[in-house]
């Protein structure tokens, strides 16, 4: 069963927030796959951000973005890319990645996973109707990471965590994010299937 794990890195809290980066992966359900092949199985697409002139832009999220490249200098490389797509063309840069990851597939027909509604995809689709283009996924296809995880929890007779961040995981590069995701959706799957949940 597989599915596409989604994360997004941006310059506000807002909907209509500047994209930095789009990271997305592909996984199914129905395997325990290790992190660094996740990251394979996955794509960054990287946003330009001069062409976002009219959207929002945080002083504070800005402010945070400078502390933790102080902190940790794997986040500034992971957001220092010279060719960056114009957002009339990023989805459908994000599908031609994705497909090359996993041909023959269409990607409208696959689950797509995000932790919450109103953040990733709710910025994505302003993005694109900004821009008067669509996403690859179709509307009904949304899923929260955060729900799924929550929902398998309550039925399992038993406490069960998240798996533990893998030290190769960089905090806040959207492609380690969504591959972390897709690590937590196999892992939680996988315990509630012992119970046939």
Known sequence: MKAISLDIETLSLNTDAVVLTIGAVWFDFE?????????QQGVTVYVDVSAQDLRHRSDSTIKWWDNLIEKD???????????????????????????????GVNFKSLDWFARGPHFDFAVL????????????WQY???RDTRTFVDAVKMVIPFSIDWPVKPDACIEHDALHDAAYDALILQDIYNQGRKYRI
Do not use: D, G, W
């Not at 395997?31 to 990251?39: E, G, K, S, Y």
């Not at 689709?125 to 690859?136: D, G, H, R, V, W």
């Open 31 to 39: 395997q325990r796959t290790p992190f660094n092949q996740l990251l």
């Open 73 to 103: 200098y794997r986040t500034a490389h992971s957001l220092e890319h010279t060719e960056r797509t114009h957002p009339y063309v990023v989805f459908e840069k994000l599908e031609q990645m994705l497909t090359e990851k996993l041909p």
């Open 125 to 136: 689709i302003n993005l694109a109707e900004e821009f008067e283009t669509s996403p690859p």
């Open 140 to 142: 009904n296809r949304i």
